[in-house]
């Protein structure tokens, strides 16, 4: 079953169209990167999965409910972080979740539990509007995971955080879907997506250009290798017989587009076979941030 | 979990009088009394000894006290008003009361109640300091005369009759607050309004301006008017009216 599932998602704000036709499969207990540029529309999904936008249209379903049908029932179930953390300034970081412990009812130990998990225990005296820039964001994700969701949406969670604080975040996030919850979570910083997602969406001018694994985003592209040989022209003129696209020549290396495994071990035994002394090979992924760029590019045609 | 309004009312209840503006609203009206009080009796002790006065209660105690309220009190509602709103607004943090588990009726009611709870404890913390005063007189300074009359059924309808007013003028600062981000215009309509129902108190529209109802407590008091009139009636129409009204533009908000 798919933790959030929509059909044919569309949103208008007067005749501008936000988003079409957007059909989202998050599997359950599944770590979904929700990628866009600005304007894209990925707060604007937010905010409708959430029900802080109206659908009409009854196309979104949390956890298998209907969200116009069972609002408050599947807030009991979602944790949220939604661009900038929420959280009110007038009390203590103790007291904003105390505030929903009041509502969720989760007991005393939660609040310290919470606390230890986004390491706020010091600063839980603290008035919220006096904590850094970092520690508000823990603090909103101390309040998006606090009665312990199945699901969590997170819009930019690791905002403002200091490179240690990604680390634990990325590591708590981790920590929750060993668990198993599902986390839905849209981010700029690609690389750190990268590391953590296993499933990718990418939202361009309100349309999914993509959808799926990572594996599979990754394996949409070539992969470049340098390979520094006894003979490179040889091994340059050999490569380009057997069908492999040749970047560049330079000395006694030799750059080679390959697109999948099979490729790379088919290229190994080429060049094995005609005796080609091979001392070094180097292997280069495009990362996340290529493939989206170029998927953006080919989306604008 | 429970999504009951019980649960929306403790929650308010707990982020809301975290708020100094609360405290605002809760006290000061009674600590005016108090220093009225302790006023009349520096004035005594400066002009050499009491005289004995025609019912104290209404011409000393009472006048000076609600020449005071009738000013202070729909501005100290405009800005507790505007507070109860105002803690949302700070942080967008309408995101969070509209993600949890209660419904938005819910929430919107515990809010409204929390406000006329608040109003009332008020008005009750201010009743018993105003009949706690006139005592403490009495004690200090018998030939005054505040024993010799039992006020005490005009003092209990003018504070009631004012609770019903300020529970008006609250439903329409809420209103407000809901449809004005900015705090200038709730508390500058509020401010106009309380001007201008002093200007036409006397015209027979005013009683459909529930802020005349300040301004009338005093004249009830001074006249020992204990009975409803049109204005307490339209008042009491006034809240039901605009407590419709802030539930709809509350619904609207969710809508980022």
């Known amino acids: 079953m798919e933790s959030i599932l929509t059909k044919q998602l569309s949103f208008k704000i007067g005749s501008k169209i936000i988003l079409d036709d957007i059909n989202l499969q998050v599997p359950e207990k599944g770590i979904y990167g929700y990628l866009g540029r600005n304007g894209a529309g990925?707060?604007?999904?937010?905010?409708?999965?959430?029900?802080?936008?109206?659908?009409?249209?009854?196309?979104?379903?949390?956890?298998?409910?209907?969200l116009r049908d069972h609002r408050t029932g599947i807030h009991a179930?979602?944790?949220?972080?939604?661009?900038?953390?929420?959280?009110?300034?007038?009390?203590?970081?103790?007291?904003?979740?105390?505030?929903?412990?009041?509502?969720?009812?989760?007991?005393?130990?939660?609040?310290?539990?919470?606390?230890?998990?986004?390491?706020?225990?010091?600063?839980?005296?603290?008035?919220?509007?006096?904590?850094?820039?970092?520690?508000?964001?823990?603090l909103g994700i101390a309040m998006a995971i606090f009665h312990d969701p199945q699901l969590l949406i997170l819009d930019e969670p690791l905002n403002g955080l200091d490179p240690q604080g990604i680390v634990e975040m990325r590591n708590l996030f981790r920590q929750l879907n060993e668990q198993g919850k599902t986390i839905f979570l849209s981010s700029h910083i690609l690389s750190e997506?990268?590391?953590?997602?296993?499933?990718?969406?990418?939202?361009?001018?309100?349309?999914?250009?993509?959808?799926?694994?990572?594996?599979?985003?990754?394996?949409?592209?070539?992969?470049?290798?340098?390979?520094?040989t006894s003979d490179a022209g040889a091994a340059a003129l050999l490569l380009q017989h057997a069908g492999f696209p040749i970047l560049k020549t330079d000395g006694d290396t030799v750059v080679v587009n390959v697109g999948d495994d099979q490729q790379?071990?088919?290229?190994?035994?080429?060049?094995?076979?005609?005796?080609i002394a091979i001392y070094g090979i180097e292997s280069h992924s495009k990362d996340l941030e290529q493939i989206f760029i170029n998927l953006i590019d080919s989306a604008n045609g | 979990m429970a999504n009951t309004l019980y649960t929306a009312f403790l929650s308010e209840k707990y982020k809301l009088l975290r708020n100094r503006g609360i405290f605002g609203v809760l006290i000061v009206p009674t600590l005016l009394v108090f220093a009225i009080a302790g006023y009349i009796s520096y004035d005594i002790v400066n002009s050499g000894g009491p005289t004995a006065i025609p019912?104290?209660?209404?011409?000393?105690?009472?006048?000076?006290?609600?020449?005071?309220?009738?000013?202070?009190?729909?501005?100290?509602?405009?800005?507790?008003?505007?507070?109860?709103?105002?803690?949302?607004?700070?942080?967008?943090?309408?995101?969070?009361?509209?993600?949890?588990?209660?419904?938005?009726?819910?929430?919107?009611?515990?809010?409204?109640?929390?406000?006329?709870?608040?109003?009332?404890?008020?008005?009750?913390f201010a009743y018993t300091?105003?009949?706690?005063?006139?005592?403490?007189?009495?004690?200090?300074?018998?030939?005054l005369g505040f024993q010799n009359y039992d006020?005490?059924?005009?003092?209990?309808?003018?504070?009631?009759?004012?609770?019903?007013?300020?529970?008006?003028?609250?439903?329409?600062?809420?209103?407000?607050?809901l449809l004005f981000r900015s705090f200038i215009y709730p508390i500058g309509i509020s401010m106009f309004m309380l001007a201008f129902s002093v200007l036409v108190a006397q015209k027979s529209f005013s009683d459909f301006i529930p802020y005349t109802g300040a301004y009338n407590a005093l004249m009830?008091?001074?006249?020992?008017?204990?009975?409803?009139?049109?204005?307490?009636?339209?008042?009491?129409?006034?809240?039901?009216?605009?407590?419709?009204?802030?539930?709809?533009?509350?619904g609207r908000k969710g809508q980022f």
């Open chain 2, 55 to 124: 019912n104290p209660w209404k011409v000393l105690l009472g006048r000076y006290v609600f020449q005071f309220f009738y000013l202070l009190y729909p501005i100290l509602v405009a800005l507790f008003v505007f507070a109860c709103c105002d803690v949302e607004y700070k942080n967008n943090n309408y995101k969070i009361l509209f993600t949890i588990p209660i419904s938005k009726t819910h929430i919107f009611f515990s809010k409204t109640i929390f406000i006329l709870l608040t109003l009332l404890f008020s008005l009750l």
């Open chain 1, 264 to 275: 790379f071990a088919a290229l190994i035994k080429s060049l094995v076979e005609q005796q």
């Open chain 2, 151 to 177: 006020f005490r059924e005009v003092i209990f309808y003018t504070f009631l009759k004012l609770f019903v007013t300020l529970s008006a003028i609250a439903m329409i600062q809420l209103a407000l607050s």
């Open chain 2, 129 to 143: 300091a105003f009949l706690m005063s006139g005592y403490l007189l009495s004690q200090l300074y018998p030939v």
């Open chain 1, 42 to 66: 990925k707060s604007t999904t937010i905010k409708l999965l959430l029900g802080l936008l109206q659908d009409d249209t009854d196309a979104i379903f949390i956890q298998g409910e209907s």
């Open chain 1, 77 to 138: 179930k979602v944790g949220n972080l939604i661009e900038a953390p929420c959280y009110y300034t007038k009390l203590t970081v103790f007291e904003n979740l105390k505030y929903l412990d009041i509502i969720h009812k989760k007991g005393g130990n939660r609040i310290e539990e919470v606390l230890e998990m986004v390491d706020l225990h010091r600063e839980k005296k603290k008035k919220a509007s006096a904590l850094s820039m970092g520690m508000k964001q823990r």
């Open chain 1, 193 to 228: 997506l990268e590391k953590i997602a296993t499933h990718i969406g990418i939202i361009e001018g309100g349309k999914m250009i993509f959808q799926g694994t990572k594996n599979e985003l990754l394996g949409q592209v070539d992969q470049e290798v340098v390979i520094r």
């Open chain 2, 220 to 250: 009830n008091i001074l006249s020992e008017n204990d009975s409803f009139t049109r204005l307490d009636n339209s008042n009491i129409l006034m809240i039901v009216l605009f407590m419709l009204i802030s539930f709809y533009l509350f």
